[in-house]
């Protein structure tokens, strides 16, 4: 059987990246197939693709950096509002299918790496990201952009349960360590949700589109992150005991508790960022 002719115009070409006709035929034509190992699911909804673009809120001027672009779907509609996007691919096979999809554009930097060994302190200051990410990659690849001081905001798609614990509050199941290391940085918002057969091939499970507005006056910080660890370390032990196990005195975890007026029964997951600022503080 002949491959699908993709320098006809009419037919393919003419297609959205969206259509599921034009992705099989591009992956057949590069006798491709979706790969687990670099958590390919390539998005086929147009409501969904716009609605990431509309709430990236993009500016002429911006430099956007996308990790995992796929077949280019979501690069494409990129490189027709901005002035420059570095986008990242790990699968060396995706690199010829993206060079034809974007072929139209001079202001796309396609960068065959792994997105998590980067150097963020590379880009320009500031940058706006906006990715479907991997599954696999997005919770370690989103501390990196957090912490590297570069990036003003991010929207991206992602598992719906990492969303939910990126924006969960004190008191609820999703709320914990991740949580607050996220807000430390940044105000999260989960926009909406997006089912399994908004991709092809369908995910085994619901994602959502999450957005992150970053308060670019945080700088890192290393003791909150490292008391917020250990606070969770055993998640239904109590805050003093957990606190306790990491080495810190009897003594001084009792008078900080005091201090701050915590109950020595609370657990990690019953306090707010705020909460751990100051505990932080007293404990120093």
């Not at 990431?52 to 993009?58: D, F, M, Q, T």
């Not at 430099?63 to 672009?69: A, D, L, R």
């Not at 990196?144 to 598992?159: E, H, K, P, W």
């Not at 998640?235 to 201090?259: C, F, I």
């Amino acid at each position: 059987m002949s491959l699908p002719d993709l320098s006809d115009s009419k037919t393919i070409n003419a297609l959205p990246l969206t259509s599921p006709k034009r992705v099989r035929a591009l992956l057949a034509h590069y006798n491709l197939h979706a790969d687990k190992r670099f958590g390919q699911n390539f998005l086929i909804d147009t409501g969904v693709l716009e609605a990431i673009v509309k709430s990236a809120n993009l500016a002429s001027t911006d430099t956007v950096f996308e990790v995992g672009p796929g077949l280019g779907v979501l690069t494409y509609e990129l490189a027709q509002r901005v002035a420059n996007v570095i986008t990242v691919e790990l699968d060396s096979r995706i690199l010829p299918v993206l060079e034809h999809t974007l072929a139209e554009f001079d202001n796309v930097n396609i960068l065959h790496a792994d997105a998590l060994k980067v150097d963020l302190t590379d880009l320009p200051d500031p940058t706006v990201m906006v990715a479907n990410l991997p599954y696999n990659i997005a919770t370690p690849l989103l501390r990196n952009v957090l912490a590297s001081g570069r990036f003003t905001r991010i929207i991206c798609l992602i598992q719906k349960e990492v969303a939910e614990r990126l924006a969960a509050k004190p008191s609820t199941p999703a709320y914990g360590a991740l949580s607050l290391w996220t807000q430390y940085y940044a105000d999260v918002t989960v926009l909406r949700n997006v089912k399994p057969s908004s991709f092809w091939p369908p995910p085994k499970v619901t994602s959502a589109i999450v957005q992150l507005k970053i308060d670019r006056a945080r700088q890192p910080a290393p003791a909150l992150f490292k008391v917020i660890e250990h606070a969770f370390q055993h998640r239904r032990k109590t805050l003093k005991k957990n606190l306790l196990m990491a080495g810190y005195a009897d003594t001084r975890v009792q008078d900080v508790l005091e201090k701050l007026e915590l109950n020595p029964k609370v657990r990690a997951e019953a306090l707010p960022l705020a909460t751990f600022e100051q505990l932080v503080a007293l404990l120093e």
